[in-house]
């Protein structure tokens, strides 16, 4: 079963043998690839020309012109809706607000600022935990909102040391 966000509105889309169903409702649909790329979609007696513009594969976001009009769809099938409900979706890290401490430890080194741009992998800070030196990264691209640590801050496992936009 795919689950499909568009404007606002959820609808569930599956196929049982040849038939398709629109939130378990029987729909009559049928589409014919163009020479263009584009396809005529009929639709419960309605004629589509719908054009794909372009995907993001991570967040499942399409953006389609259907009959001249541009609408984004978000579709997501049962493995993504799994992982979602999991917390191990693509948009698990890129949705991290807080970064926190693994570990009961004391920050040795603050490598950013807020406001900074930060990209997936870069480094934040360095938390010395069983006289171990361990280098937080980040989970996900964003924006620094605010350090809540400083250099020789002792910190406890769970608490917010940088927060994210």
């Known amino acids: 079963m795919y689950k499909a966000l568009v404007n606002g509105k959820e609808y569930s889309i599956e196929k049982k043998e040849d038939q398709w169903f629109i939130n378990n409702e029987a729909a009559n649909i049928e589409v014919a690839l163009l020479p263009d790329g584009t396809r005529h979609v009929l639709f419960n007696h309605g004629s589509y020309h719908v054009e794909l513009l372009g995907s993001d594969e991570t967040t499942k976001l399409h953006t389609l012109k259907i009959n001249g009009k541009k609408i984004e769809v978000s579709v997501k099938d049962h493995f993504d809706q799994l992982l979602a409900q999991l917390g191990m979706d693509n948009l698990s890290a890129a949705k991290m607000n807080d970064i926190k401490a693994p570990m009961p430890g004391m920050v040795l080194s603050v490598l950013v600022k807020a406001g900074q741009t930060i990209e997936k992998g870069e480094p934040l800070l360095v938390l010395e935990a069983m006289k171990m ?28 040391l940088i927060s994210l936009e």
């Open 133 to 160: 030196e361990n280098i937080l990264k980040s989970p996900g691209s964003g924006v620094i909102k605010k350090v809540a640590v400083a250099a020789q801050d002792k910190v406890e496992k769970n608490q917010v």
